[in-house]
């Protein structure tokens, strides 16, 4: 192994390995039959875009690093305040704020930074994700371009040049129409700018579709398919780039997605079914507010008055009700959570300071949608039935993207079965590296698929944990590789 290897992270948000083909996505399917593709990696809950990639970054769960959802409700101050994490600015000054504690485990971008190394990040997601990538970038000099938003973009002379030669930042589109400008201004930045002015020790290149696009057309629509198609051409020189320098320079590419999607089938309202049992919810904290319903596709539901008696309350109301689908509160015990038919939220590694006090996911199925694919659910949004959505414990919502390949991997062209995850991706970069990882990180170094390690095959194991309430019956399956645990998913049944 070379000290000086380098390594390439491209992700494409929310798209489903099973999306994948020759016709579709055929950089992707060359990428395959030059690395190892890991075909039972995942990511972690609740699967959201800005859980997902602290956790790529921190190589831990949520319960480690606190992004506890894409929105939350922070109580660490009085009165309580709803965050939504989309926001740079406010991620920025909320970390200056706490002394730099936004995130409470520390970064990729934190890490190499003290090792003398240095981590880049072009993406094209909401300014929040692009900052969550590398939140303290400006702190260290470190490369963060943004393919919309100026206010997530450092360092200035970077962006400056960027701009003199391939053009000012392309203006966000509107949802409805799917994001070609942004994913070619990142990548002709990548390719013409930050790779040879930088050459950073690892660079996060992020598309963030087919995710908009799923959501506003449809997981299998023409529109998704096509924008999964522009992004593995833009991809598509990247790799060329890669054949043709980045590999003869120690360049690994590792190509990922955070999440996957499943189609909502039948449109409910949490706030409706709480005020008919007598609750008094809204969607932020104030003063006539008794519960707080996080707007998400995973529920998150924080009392005003926490006691364990309102939260038992809490959880039977929406147990009774057709939508609710696996539910969460603080540990009991080993196993069960504080209220009856909950299971505890360590289980799905959801139990950090900052998470709700019920969270739940909407309860899916393997109903197959107008464009073929398996996966539905019932969704609580203002959008029409038959979009994508995600957060939830649907297996094709954990499913989520994972392709290794350069001097450091073994067998191009083999796939791995063992299964894998998101966190597990920055352990592995620091280890080729030879970087010691933070006692914080959670994921695994992935050794069986390293080309200078023996073939060991890890222990695995696989559980599963019930809880009851009536007729309500909800099954969590998880299983464990070494010391790394992964969820599988989870099924309501009754």
Known sequence: ????????????????????????????????????????????????????????????????????????????????????????????????ESGGRLMSAPTLGEILAAAGRSLAVLATNTPGTTRFFHHKAEDFGHVRLSGHFREACTPDEVLADAEAHIGPLPPEPPKIEPDTAGQDWITSAFVNVVWPKCRPDVTILSYGEPDVTSHFHGTGAEATRGIIAHCDHQFGRVLDWWEAEGRAAGVQIIAISDHGHITGHTRVSVIDSLQEAGFRPGTAPAHNVDVVVVPGQVGALYLAEPSDQKIARLVATITSQPWCGPVFTRAKNETAGIAPGS?????????????????????????????????????????????????????????????????????????????????????????????????????????????????????????????????????????????????EGAVING
């Open 1 to 96: 192994m070379e000290s000086q290897l380098r390594t390439i992270v491209v992700s494409f948000d929310g798209l489903r390995p099973d999306l994948l083909s020759h016709e579709t996505t055929p950089n992707l399917a060359r990428l395959q039959s030059l690395g190892v593709t890991l075909s039972n990696h995942r990511t972690v809950y609740p699967s959201e875009t800005r859980s997902a990639f602290p956790s790529l970054v921190t190589g831990a769960t949520t319960s480690r690093h606190g992004m506890v959802g894409n929105k939350y409700v922070d109580r660490s101050v009085a009165p309580p305040r709803y965050i939504d994490t989309a926001d740079a600015v406010l991620l920025r000054r909320l970390d200056l």
């Open 343 to 487: 299971l505890g939220n360590h289980l799905v590694f959801a139990d950090h300071s900052r998470a709700p006090d019920v969270s739940f996911s909407f309860r899916a199925d393997d109903s197959v949608d107008s464009f073929g694919l398996t996966g539905g659910t019932f969704y609580d949004n203002d959008r029409p039935e038959g979009l994508g959505v995600h957060g939830g414990l649907h297996p094709k919502e954990l499913a989520a993207l994972g392709i290794v390949a350069g001097s450091a991997f073994s067998a191009p062209g083999s796939v791995c079965g063992i299964p894998s995850g998101i966190c597990d991706l920055a352990p592995t970069i620091l280890h080729l590296l030879r970087i010691a990882p933070p006692d914080a990180m959670s994921g695994r170094v992935l050794h069986e698929v390293l080309g200078h390690a023996p073939r060991a095959i890890p222990d695995v194991r696989n559980e599963a944990f019930e809880a009851r309430l009536g007729s309500f019956q909800q099954v969590l399956r998880r299983v464990q590789v070494g010391r790394a645990t992964y969820v």
